[in-house]
């Protein structure tokens, strides 16, 4: 018998006869199946799909789009409550049984093969979800069930869910979760840009509630919790106020002269500038910002604004910009996005690093050093670099960071 009733319990495990271990290997091993080749007709008509109108319809639009007050200054102190982070799984977990494990072993099986050996006693059906699924060895184990069923499935990264009425134990990699985010919209915003950032795209929002949900796996979950912890360590956020311009020269000019800029306002209104893989990055002072821009750019050349929103990222978490999000979906631009992740020092100081994506993959990046109260302005992008259609035409980035400082709110 591997289940005997307890009142107290100790888990342990040796493996060998040395100390207990749980050893993960084969991950890649997937089950063989038959390789079928479907073919469709093709005289059988393109699927329907959502229109794009209706498929990038967004609830963020109204406040990323919009700049705010507390975007136009350069540092703001908004509270917050540090309890309203909160990570839970959407789909609750019955209670195991309580029995003890004694003398349990097992090698080179499995996850869900060693649930179903642990759990064939107890009449629990285990059915496995988005397998293949890591396989393990382990020696005499012995403690309470459910302490040992952790142990199996965080050496496996996989997950469970028991379900007592059908006596059916489900194991997959992959689970929803629920993100309680505190009521605040900056905080809110900051969070979504920085998943985002990481990688994380299929986010459903309750905005009523202030929840973020999604599915994801060990790696997923992970990642959220250190967001979570840098909220709670590193209270500061970097508001990018964003503005994408559409330039082109007058009459016989190919292009923007940009040495007119320095001539203008001066050498010493331009603190930095380096090269990319394209284009140049100016970190500039206050003189030369959105409007003064905006001005020299009018006497050269025709200049569309296709983009102005802002987006929020966790310091030293890289956030996301996408730019059709804030201007028309139908305009060649819609595909750009802007990526930047900044790492606050000192006071004023900042290191950020800013990379421009196309749906054909990188356009170009850059690493700015800067102050609070400086502009980033991205010049010299050829905008047929990312669509056929902009030949003669150049894109220009301006990026306005500021600073939110979260304090605490103690009740």
Same mark, same amino acid.
């Given at each position: 018998?591997?289940?005997?009733?307890?009142?107290?319990?100790?888990?342990?495990?040796?493996?060998?006869?040395?100390?207990?271990?749980?050893?993960?290997?084969?991950?890649?091993?997937?089950?063989?199946?038959?390789?079928?080749?479907?073919?469709?007709?093709?005289?059988?008509?393109?699927?329907?799909?959502?229109?794009?109108?209706?498929?990038?319809?967004?609830?963020?639009?109204?406040?990323?789009?919009?700049?705010?007050?507390?975007?136009?200054?350069?540092?703001?102190?908004?509270?917050?409550?540090?309890?309203?982070?909160?990570?839970?799984?959407?789909?609750?977990?019955?209670?195991?049984?309580?029995? &003890?494990?004694?003398?349990? $072993? +097992?090698? *080179?099986?499995?996850?869900?093969?060693?649930?179903? @050996?642990? /759990?064939s #006693?107890?009449?629990?059906?285990?059915?496995?979800?988005?397998?293949?699924?890591?396989?393990?060895?382990?020696?005499?184990?012995?403690?309470?069930?459910?302490?040992?069923?952790?142990?199996?499935?965080?050496?496996?990264?996989?997950?469970?869910?028991?379900?007592?009425?059908?006596?059916?134990?489900?194991?997959?990699?992959?689970?929803?979760?629920?993100?309680?985010?505190?009521?605040k919209?900056?905080?809110?915003?900051?969070?979504?840009?920085?998943?985002?950032?990481?990688?994380?795209?299929?986010?459903?929002?309750?905005? &009523?509630?202030?929840?973020? $949900? +999604?599915? *994801?796996?060990?790696?997923?979950?992970?990642?959220? @919790?250190? /967001?979570? #912890?840098?909220?709670?360590?590193?209270?500061?956020?970097?508001?990018?106020?964003?503005?994408?311009?559409?330039?082109?020269?007058?009459?016989?000019?190919?292009?923007?002269?940009?040495?007119?800029?320095?001539?203008?306002?001066?050498?010493?209104?331009?603190?930095?500038?380096?090269?990319?893989?394209m284009?140049?990055?100016?970190?500039?002072?206050?003189?030369?910002?959105?409007?003064?821009?905006?001005?020299?750019?009018?006497?050269?050349?025709?200049?569309?604004?296709v983009?102005?929103?802002?987006?929020?990222?966790?310091?030293?978490?890289?956030?996301?910009?996408?730019? *059709?999000?804030?201007?028309?979906?139908?305009?060649?631009?819609?595909?750009?996005?802007?990526?930047?992740?900044?790492?606050?020092?000192?006071?004023?100081?900042?290191?950020?690093?800013?990379?421009?994506?196309?749906?054909?993959?990188?356009?170009?990046?850059?690493?700015?050093?800067?102050?609070?109260?400086?502009?980033i302005?991205?010049i010299?992008?050829?905008?047929?670099?990312?669509?056929?259609?902009?030949?003669?035409?150049?894109?220009v980035?301006?990026?306005?960071?500021?600073?939110?400082?979260l304090?605490?709110?103690?009740?």
């Open positions: 018998m591997f289940f005997q009733y307890i009142k107290k319990y100790v888990l342990s495990a040796v493996i060998l006869g040395s100390g207990c271990l749980l050893i993960s290997c084969g991950s890649d091993i997937r089950a063989g199946r038959p390789m079928v080749q479907m073919v469709r007709p093709t005289s059988l008509p393109t699927e329907p799909k959502t229109t794009r109108s209706a498929e990038m319809v967004s609830l963020e639009s109204p406040m990323r789009c919009t700049v705010q007050e507390t975007q136009q200054n350069i540092m703001t102190v908004i509270p917050f409550k540090q309890e309203a982070f909160k990570l839970e799984r959407a789909q609750k977990s019955d209670p195991l049984p309580r029995y &003890e494990v004694t003398g349990f $072993s +097992f090698d *080179g099986q499995s996850a869900e093969r060693v649930f179903y @050996k642990l /759990l #006693e107890a009449k629990i059906k285990v059915v496995g979800e988005g397998g293949p699924f890591p396989e393990l060895a382990a020696e005499n184990i012995t403690g309470e069930l459910s302490e040992v069923m952790d142990m199996i499935a965080n050496a496996a990264d996989v997950y469970y869910r028991y379900n007592d009425q059908q006596k059916v134990l489900i194991v997959s990699r992959e689970v929803s979760w629920n993100l309680y985010v505190p009521d919209r900056e905080v809110m915003i900051a969070v979504l840009d920085s998943l985002r950032g990481s990688g994380m795209h299929d986010l459903i929002v309750n905005w &009523e509630e202030s929840v973020i $949900s +999604f599915i *994801g796996d060990k790696k997923i979950e992970d990642k959220v @919790k250190k /967001l979570i #912890e840098l909220f709670d360590t590193e209270p500061k956020l970097i508001v990018f106020n964003a503005q994408v311009l559409r330039v082109k020269p007058y009459g016989a000019a190919k292009e923007i002269v940009w040495q007119e800029l320095v001539d203008i306002f001066g050498a010493d209104r331009i603190k930095f500038m380096l090269k990319g893989v284009g140049r990055a100016l970190v500039t002072d206050y003189d030369i910002n959105p409007k003064s821009l905006r001005n020299f750019l009018n006497a050269r050349g025709s200049v569309t604004q983009s102005e929103g802002m987006f929020i990222a966790a310091n030293k978490w890289r956030a996301r910009f996408d730019v *059709g999000r804030c201007g028309y979906m139908s305009m060649p631009e819609a595909q750009l996005s802007i990526m930047a992740q900044t790492e606050l020092y000192g006071e004023r100081r900042m290191n950020t690093d800013i990379t421009l994506d196309s749906d054909q993959g990188e356009v170009t990046a850059f690493s700015a050093k800067s102050r609070l109260g400086d502009n302005v991205l010299g992008i050829p905008s047929a670099s990312f669509s056929d259609s902009l030949n003669g035409y150049e894109t980035v301006i990026l306005t960071p500021s600073v939110i400082k304090v605490k709110e103690f009740n």
